[in-house]
């Protein structure tokens, strides 16, 4: 699923305002089912992949 709303921005790391993060990728989402969820990034178009 590809997303416009982008949990870095939400956590001030954006990349675009932050150009050197000192984050790594890619992250993960825990659902409280204990599902993961990989996210990737494409800052370029302002986007959120979620596997």
Not at 10 to 16: F, N
Not at 28 to 42: C, N, P
């Amino acid at each position: 699923m590809t997303c416009k709303y982008c949990l870095l921005f939400e956590l001030g790391h954006c990349r675009k305002t932050n150009p050197y993060p000192k984050d790594k990728e890619p992250r993960y989402l825990r659902m409280r089912t204990g599902k993961v969820l990989e996210l990737h990034f494409d800052c370029r178009r302002c986007e959120m992949t979620v596997n």
